[in-house]
Every structure is written in structure tokens, then in C-alpha cells.
């Protein structure tokens, strides 16, 4: 079956500006994550939902960045107001369940750079 | 706060000789371990997953295995080819995290023909 996709796979944005990444999870995985790796280091996480909600956003960096997931399928990151520092790739994945021990499945990412 | 380490960052090998990956965590309160590849501009493929239960997991000419109470992770790979060039990442998922994986820096490796 399909995996994760993101769109889109490159976005190149000017400092101030407003800017959504979208996540299509695997069919029927109720959790969905989000990440963000810097170059040279391993993904940081961001955001879980787990359905409609979201149960943990304790590492979304500040008040400019936000997510959604208004029918507990497809998610989508909004950053406000980017920086040059908010330049990274940007994974989203999912697994079945709401247990910690559910493999997650990876999306190939959305690469963001604010000039 | 779980510490993920992966040393080295880097190892080049011929083609042909067994790799050995290294991974350690500071907090043994794991769900679960999991070892993850990544080629260069791409996301990440799942290799393996080990349950804190378990003391490794094999895939093919991949092996891992956990040792919570020294708070290690190590996979092996057998035979390596130029094809396993890549760099490899693990994550923990720490008890009472809702599954959010704390991973390493990672280990890129060049395996030469």
C-alpha cells in the first residue's frame, strides 16, 4: 500500500513569510508525528496527534509554529513569520496506534529553506 | 532528558567486512528501540525495531541487539556491500512519551568496492 507522502518536497520561502507543510499518513494510522531534522543532526521532535488532537506539541519551538489535523487523516504544519533558523527538513510520520511500542513509518520530508 | 549517542559519526569500510553500529541512551525506561536508515535528501526507512523485552532482532544480514541496563543499542551488519552506504540512525522511545522516538545524531557510512 502507500507509505507517508509530504507535499511539498522543496519549499524555498523569504524571511517573514507564512508557510504550510502537508502530511498524508498511512490509511487507517490514527497516530501521526511530526519531526525536524537539521543538517548533520538526527530528527527533533515536534508535534503527536493522535486522532483529531493533540496530545503532546511540547516540542514545537515557539508560539509561530502550529499544526492540525481536522479529520484525524491528513496533517498540516503552519509556521509563521519564518526565520532563517526555521530552515531544516521538515518528517512527518505514522503508526497504528496510540502505543508506544507501534513501529513508525516515515514520510520522505519536506525540505524548507527561509532566505 | 534521554541523551541518544551514536559513535562513530562517521566509518568507511571495503565491501565485504562486517559493520558494527553503535548506539547509546542515558534512560533505560525504554519502550523500545529502533534502528533506521537514511540516504542522502531522503526520509527514513525503519530497519529494525527491538521491544525493551527483547534482547535483539534480526533481519536478513541485520542483527541488533539491546542491553537496557548498560543502556546500549548495537547493529551489525553482515557482509556489507556498497549498496549499505547510508547513514544510520537509532531512536529510543522513552515509558509515558505517547511514542516520540528521542534519536541520535546518526553514523554515516561509505562502504568502498
Known amino acids: 500500500g502507500a507509505g507517508v507522502s509530504q507535499t511539498p518536497s522543496n519549499k524555498v520561502t523569504e524571511k517573514g513569510k507564512y508557510v504550510e507543510l502537508r502530511c498524508d499518513p498511512i490509511?487507517?494510522?490514527?497516530?501521526l508525528y511530526w519531526y525536524r531534522q537539521s543538517l548533520g543532526q538526527g530528527p527533533e521532535f515536534l508535534i503527536y496527534f493522535q486522532g483529531t488532537g493533540a496530545a503532546d506539541d511540547s516540542g514545537l519551538p515557539n508560539d509561530r509554529f502550529f499544526a492540525v489535523r481536522p479529520e484525524g487523516s491528513v496533517s498540516t504544519l503552519k509556521i509563521q513569520r519564518t526565520e532563517r533558523g526555521d530552515s531544516a527538513v521538515y518528517l512527518c510520520?505514522?503508526?497504528?496506534?496510540?502505543?508506544?511500542?507501534?513501529?513508525?513509518?516515515f514520510g520522505p520530508g519536506t525540505r524548507l529553506t527561509v532566505l | 532528558k534521554q541523551e541518544v549517542t551514536q559513535i562513530p559519526a562517521a566509518l568507511s569500510v571495503p565491501e565485504g567486512e562486517n559493520l558494527v553500529l553503535n548506539c547509546s541512551f542515558t534512560d533505560s525506561a525504554i519502550y523500545n528501540l529502533q534502528w533506521f536508515r537514511q540516504d542522502p535528501g531522503k526520509g527514513l526507512t525503519s530497519l529494525l525495531l527491538i521491544q525493551s523485552s527483547q534482547r535483539e532482532q534480526t533481519s536478513g544480514r541485520l542483527n541488533a541487539s539491546l542491553d537496557k541496563s548498560s543502556g546500549r543499542s548495537t547493529l551489525y551488519i553482515a557482509a556489507s556491500q556498497p549498496g549499505d552506504s547510508a547513514t544510520y540512525l537509532c531512536?529510543?522511545?522513552?515509558?509515558?512519551?505517547?511514542?516520540?522516538?528521542?534519536f541520535g545524531a546518526g553514523t554515516q557510512v561509505v562502504v568502498t568496492p
Open positions: 531512536a529510543a522511545t522513552l515509558v509515558d512519551s505517547w511514542g516520540k522516538l528521542q
Open positions: 510520520a505514522s503508526s497504528q496506534g496510540a502505543l508506544a511500542y507501534n513501529e513508525q513509518f
Open positions: 490509511s487507517g494510522h490514527t497516530a
